[in-house]
């Protein structure tokens, strides 16, 4: 394993080259630039609160950063899953001419999306701050590990995502499909207390992207850090799922290239 990560580190010109190459084809000859992918969850959070604030009796101030966050970090999720399905396919030249780690290339979309999840990110910093103060500031230090899980997670469902689209390629439809089941599953746009008002409190118990949310959610808008048993939740689903991709990447690291 160390001499895996080792080879990892050793080729990080070459897949730091490939996510520069990514944005620079992206946004070439684009006015906006990275602030296209700004555009889409500050629209949507404009409009469900035009929606959702009547509705649910909600202070757009307390509802309005609650859903910027929560759909900045659904986007990262669903765009890193639904290019991870292509990282091989994407990568398919470099994998037949060069024996690299096949994890560099979910590092890659993983990369991509991660600037363009940071940069929301900090739009909901500076929103929340225009809406509520600075008194965030202390709780902010608990950012780093909670970034630091999501950014795992990402990796490892584009890993798994990509070795089962390789081999099945309907994956990338049903990856479609189910995060549009679980946008719907998961406290992304309505406010958890909703839930438990409603005596459906378990859609949060047992979905462990909650966890993650409330990661985000609690330092940025309450002001304190996340509880313990979010941290636990949100590290368990990561290790289940890099011990699956590390699983997969063992057994079919050298087969893989036969299904491409």
């Not at 991870?84 to 560099?104: K, M, N, S, T, W």
């Not at 363009?116 to 509520?132: D, Q, R």
């Not at 590990?145 to 990796?155: M, R």
Request: hydrophobic share 55%.
């Amino acid at each position: 394993m160390v001499a895996y990560l080792a080879d990892i580190w050793r080729l990080r010109y070459f897949w730091s080259s490939l996510v520069r190459i990514d944005l620079r084809n992206r946004y070439r000859r684009s006015v906006l630039g990275i602030g296209w992918s700004l555009l889409h969850p500050i629209l949507m959070t404009a409009v469900l609160c035009a929606v959702f604030c009547p509705l649910f009796r909600i202070d757009y101030r307390q509802f309005a950063p609650y859903l910027l966050a929560g759909l900045a970090f659904w986007n990262f999720l669903v765009t890193t899953s639904t290019n991870g399905c292509h990282c091989f396919f994407q990568g398919e030249a470099y994998i037949r001419q060069q024996a690299a780690p096949l994890v560099i290339y979910p590092l890659r979309t993983v990369l991509g999306t991660a600037i363009h999840g940071l940069a929301a990110m900090s739009v909901v910093l500076i929103f929340t701050w225009c809406m509520n103060g600075f008194g965030n500031l202390p709780a902010l230090i608990s950012l780093v590990p909670s970034l630091t899980l999501i950014f795992l997670l990402g990796w490892s469902l584009a890993l798994c995502f990509g070795i089962t689209n390789v081999i099945f390629q309907d994956t990338q439809h049903l990856t479609e499909v189910l995060f549009q089941i679980l946008f719907y599953l998961t406290p992304v746009m309505y406010p958890s207390k909703l839930l438990a008002e409603r005596r459906m409190d378990w859609l949060v118990r047992y979905n462990p992207l909650a966890s993650f949310l409330e990661l985000v959610r609690v330092p940025i808008l309450e002001g304190q850090l996340p509880p313990w048993s979010a941290f636990a939740t949100a590290l368990g689903t990561v290790l289940v799922l890099m011990t699956a991709g590390a699983i997969a990447v063992s057994r079919l690291e050298r087969r893989l290239i036969f299904y491409l």
